[in-house]
């Protein structure tokens, strides 16, 4: 079982097989998550719909995937349901972790330009 980053927020990414959305993420997000500002703050943490865990404390039940959740010692503190694409992803995520968790967006170029 993976630990919580040393600052307790993760970015949730809700799944399920045979998700569409879910396979775009993968393929335009996923390689380069890890390595951005966003990805440091909050790393990655994945659950399947079917199976979320009990440690996992949701505002409310998680209908679509993918929802990213932004967690904070294990409470959901912001969600965006749904995958808007990668020009809209960054921008999204970054006002939310803003908004909701302290993120000071970098003053470099979005990951996506």
């Known amino acids: 079982a993976r630990t919580a980053p040393s600052s307790g927020v993760e970015l949730v990414m809700v799944e399920q097989q045979g998700c569409e ?53 294990s409470h959901e503190m912001a969600r965006l349901e ?3 694409g990668e020009d809209f992803f960054w921008p999204l995520l970054a006002q939310l972790l803003s908004k909701h968790v302290g993120f000071t967006p970098d003053t470099a170029e979005s990951p996506g330009s």
């Open 21 to 73: 959305w879910c396979r775009r993420w993968n393929e335009e997000i996923a390689p380069i998550y890890s390595k951005t500002t966003e990805g440091a703050f909050a790393p990655l943490r994945r659950v399947d719909l079917r199976a979320i865990p009990d440690d996992l404390k949701t505002a409310r039940r998680v209908n679509f995937t993918p929802t990213f959740l932004i967690v904070k010692d």
């Open 82 to 84: 749904g995958y808007p």
